[in-house]
């Protein structure tokens, strides 16, 4: 098997491995149950960490992710749940400011991280003033949605593989996703090629927008209550997400299946953690390390494919 | 007259006349009353956001990509281990600063290793590393609140010819900084680095031990300022350093520095350190919300980077 190939299946197998520990730790989660509850919390997490990696693919990052998800969230547990119609608004609205900060910064050429850091206390203050306090109310739909049982697969799987399938589809199978990702690569022989730079950077964001506003929705379909720091940890998941996934900085090299699965490694981080009945101080901890870990395994992977004579 | 000209511009000119403006509001607002204590405030609040910020203006200088995401858990372990060292002792207060730079020394040394060895982008190895930190700094810490030794608390809270102590450590501190980045070999190459990387290796700078000795003192900065703002506010608490993170990178760019690096300056980073404080308490006296507040610094950040402009993009 060629390093590439190999490189390609290391999230996949470094979350592989993480569940064959836990199973073997806790043979009680090998179950229709057990699975739900170790990857419910993985489906917000997972299209937040979509999201991100739209805004990686076209070479920026975004640091307002944690406070635009918790936002959506308190909209969610207030408005779209009270007055539907006026929440919808609100959350489209929501992914047109989206689109217009990704048009500020490509127009001002601006850097996106300082941007995206200005905008965190913009949605942090609007979701401090829509709830002041942890409270409100989850949709009952969206709670419906994160407790409905299929038969055969539990919830949280099925919803994964949808979030992957979608953003596969969409990123690397569409028109949509190839001139995004190209604009990541090669900025100008997109341009060159007749597409307009600022439309499709604005189409990228709006399109983080989206993703991000259903992982708020679904966050507080979970957590039936929102508060305005809930997601505050999401902009630093979402990154190590799509990083663990094999997604890369630059060059518009994203992998939307492997950031689902990075989004799932993270999670199960923690759980695992609990079942070595280790300290959940050590939780984040462990997330970094298994960052770490996964970027050396890289490393070495690339080092052979270089030994090899590439 | 030329002077004058000149002053204007310098990049940083802006953040002052906007510190001036704010403060100057708000006391037209109260009506005169609280001019000295608000200007001591400031100054007190203002010194901790200046030293983390000198050691993230380093980083930044370095070049696109070059940036420390560890400060905050890198100022809540060096406070939490220091000042559970020192146990309230007040004679143990050397060596529990000696651990406080040990632990900055440590972290900067850990994330250049993480950016060589693994040759992965800065902002994920500090990524990275802040996860580690940070659960060692809540494992150690237990969610006490450690009480610092009470001539260290005497020290930061009390001031001198009516400028806070803080204050005065921060300014020396930010002297130091304007020397090594204008004056000194050390801070040519962190600027020539910046401006070019290839330029710089084949002009025979040493690229990695400078970025390395950045890092390091980066990571030293930050502990210094996590262990006076414990002592300041009373002990070492594990969120303490979130809102660094943000303010560390805001007061470098509001202070004109290039966020492209290869081009930054001192002074700015005290006029805009100043300015966020100011900012913050003029919509307390005016009577707005924690919402409004939080807003009103977003779009002030934005607002002014636009206006900067951006030369070169920064990832």
């Known amino acids: ?310 | 007259m030329n002077n004058v000209t000149l002053l204007f511009h310098k990049p940083w000119i802006w953040s002052f006349i906007a510190v001036l403006s704010a403060w100057v509001a708000t006391i037209i607002f109260t009506g005169g009353l609280g001019g000295a204590g608000l200007a001591q405030a400031a100054l007190t609040f203002a010194a901790f956001s200046v030293i983390v910020g000198i050691g993230q203006m380093f980083v930044i200088t370095l070049g696109p990509g070059n940036i420390d995401l560890s400060i905050p858990a890198t100022m809540t372990l060096s406070a939490t281990l220091a000042l559970k060292f020192m146990n309230t002792d007040g004679a143990l207060v050397l060596p529990g600063l000696l651990i406080a730079l040990g632990v900055g020394l440590a972290v900067g040394t850990a994330n250049f290793g993480l950016i060589k060895l693994l040759k992965i982008p800065p902002i994920i190895a500090t990524l990275s590393s802040s996860f580690l930190i940070q659960s060692t700094a809540i494992w150690s810490n237990r969610g006490l609140r450690i009480k610092p030794p009470e001539v260290l608390t005497d020290f930061t809270t009390s001031s001198v010819l009516g400028v806070p102590n803080v204050a005065l450590l921060s300014f020396v501190l930010a002297v130091a900084a304007y020397f090594i980045l204008m004056r000194s070999l050390f801070g040519r190459w962190v600027l020539a680095i910046g401006q070019n990387m290839r330029a710089a290796r084949l002009a025979g700078v040493p690229v990695d031990g400078v970025r390395f000795s950045t890092y390091v003192l980066c990571g030293v900065l930050a502990a210094v300022a996590g262990f006076f703002l414990a002592s300041f506010s009373g002990g070492a608490a594990l969120n303490m350093g979130t809102e660094y993170l943000l303010t560390s990178i805001a007061v470098v760019v509001i202070g004109g520095s290039s966020v492209a690096g290869g081009n930054s300056n001192v002074p700015g980073i005290w006029g805009a350190s100043l300015f966020l404080f100011l900012v913050v308490s003029m919509l307390n006296t005016f009577g707005v919300g924690a919402g409004v507040r939080l807003i009103m610094t977003g779009l002030i950040i934005i607002a002014v980077i636009t206006l900067a402009g951006g030369r070169k993009s920064m990832k």
């Not at chain 1, 049982?149 to 569409?174: D, T, W």
Request: with cysteine; hydrophobic share 55%; net charge positive.
């Open chain 1, 1 to 310: 098997m060629t390093s590439d190939r190999l490189r390609q299946l290391l999230p996949a197998f470094s979350l592989a491995v993480l569940l064959i520990s836990v199973f073997y730790i806790q043979p009680r989660t090998m179950s229709y149950l057990g699975l739900n509850l170790l990857f419910n919390l993985a489906v917000p997490i997972a299209l937040a960490t979509i999201a991100q990696m739209l805004i990686i693919a076209v070479n920026d990052l975004d640091l307002s992710m944690g406070a635009f998800v918790s936002f959506v969230a308190c909209v969610a547990a207030t408005y779209l749940r009270d007055t539907p119609l006026l929440g919808v608004l609100i959350l489209a609205g929501a992914i047109g400011v989206y689109a217009l900060v990704g048009i500020l910064i490509y127009v001002r050429n601006l850097p996106a991280i300082v941007v995206t850091l200005g905008m965190s206390f913009v949605w942090g203050g609007l979701a401090v003033l829509i709830l002041p306090s942890p409270g409100g109310a989850a949709p009952d739909w969206a709670r419906w949605l994160m407790k409905t049982k299929p038969p055969g697969i539990p919830m949280a799987i099925v919803a994964s593989i949808l979030i992957a399938g979608i953003a596969h589809f969409l990123v690397m199978r569409s028109s949509f996703g190839v001139v995004i990702r190209g604009v990541g690569g090669n900025e100008r022989s997109v341009e060159r090629a007749g597409w307009s730079i600022l439309w499709v950077r604005a189409a990228a964001y709006a399109s983080a927008g989206f993703f991000a506003v259903l992982a708020g929705i679904l966050l507080v379909g979970l957590t039936t209550a929102a508060d305005a720091n809930i997601a505050l940890r999401y902009t630093l998941l979402s990154i190590a997400g799509v990083i663990l996934g094999g997604g890369e900085f630059t060059g518009g090299r994203v992998s939307p299946i492997g950031a689902v699965i990075g989004a799932l490694t993270l999670t199960l981080a923690g759980s695992f953690l609990s079942f070595l009945r280790i300290s959940s101080d050590w939780q984040i901890g462990a997330q970094g390390a298994i960052l770490i870990i996964v970027l050396a395994l890289r490393v070495l992977l690339n080092r052979s494919k270089q030994g090899a004579g590439d």
